[in-house]
């Protein structure tokens, strides 16, 4: 996999990619197979997506692979997605390593078997020096989760007596949440056809770019990603400001 230095000729490439992989269980349907022939797929369209990425020099790739609501789920097909999870581990660390991905896992992981929780600091550990991509998979992760954690670890330093109430700002309270040391995702996409964002980066996603595909995940390729990019593209970003700032300023 080759990097590409897009962004020194162009600013359109997004950064930061979130992506909720909708559509896995619906594919499968559609071609009489159980869910798990769905999330397999899934996982293909996940590798895709990862290569097409690096090709484009995106920076950050943060996949929203298990969410804290998807435990009421059958107890089945749970138990699948985690052996898929802990298969997917296995079989694609060392490739992941070898192509400079920083893999990081997001989320309250002590819900996790303890096997699968090692697997993943060792994943974390072995490919902590790489920098073509970052790659976060957010599993058992809930944006509500991630603020609420925040809130509770400066309440800890007000009641140890390290900070007062009043000093708690945007930035003290960001700088507690799982993403912390990276910048806010520029493009959130969401294939399976709904328009919502269920819980996935709550405060990350304050002035990301929203794209919404009818494709089902284990369809979604290079193809359907530069067609996001290309709709990134082609938008005015203004962080509340007015377009004649944004063009006076030249980052339109
Ligand atoms: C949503 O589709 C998808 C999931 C809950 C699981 C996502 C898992 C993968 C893409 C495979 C493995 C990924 C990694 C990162 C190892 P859905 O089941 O809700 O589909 P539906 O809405 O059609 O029922």
Redesign the pocket.
């Known amino acids: 996999m080759a990097k590409a230095d897009t962004h020194s000729t162009s600013c359109k490439i997004p950064r930061h990619v979130a992506i909720i ?7 499968a349907r559609k071609r009489h197979l159980p ?1 798990v022939a ?2 397999r797929m ?2 293909e ?2 590798r895709k997506t990862i290569q097409a990425c690096v090709e484009q020099g995106v920076e950050i790739l943060t ?1 929203f ?2 969410s804290s609501e ?1 435990w009421r789920r059958p107890a089945e097909e749970v138990g699948l ?1 985690m052996k ?2 802990i298969t ?1 581990l296995d079989s694609e660390v060392k490739k992941l390593h070898r192509n400079g991905v920083c893999l990081r896992v997001i989320g309250e992981l002590s819900a996790f078997t303890p096997e699968l929780q090692q697997r993943i600091t060792a994943a974390e550990i072995l490919t902590a020096g790489n920098s073509t991509l970052t790659l976060n ?1 957010a599993a058992n992760y809930g944006g509500r989760w991630d603020i609420t954690r925040a809130a509770r670890a400066l309440a800890a330093q007000v009641e140890r007596g390290e900070l007062r109430s009043a000093e708690i700002d945007e930035e003290l309270l960001r700088r507690q949440l799982s993403l912390a040391d990276l910048p806010d995702p520029d493009l959130f996409i969401r294939t ?1 056809g709904e328009q919502r964002i269920s819980n996935f980066l709550l405060w990350q996603l304050a002035y990301t770019e929203f794209y919404f595909t009818d494709l ?2 284990p369809a979604f390729d290079a193809v359907a990603l530069q067609q996001a990019f290309d709709s990134f593209g082609s938008r005015q970003r203004r962080f509340g400001r007015t377009s004649e700032q944004v063009e006076e300023a030249g980052d339109a």
């Open positions: 992989m909708d559509g896995n269980g619906r594919w869910r769905g999330h899934g996982l369209a996940v996949l692979a298990f998807n997605l898929l999870f997917a998979i399976g089902l995940w």
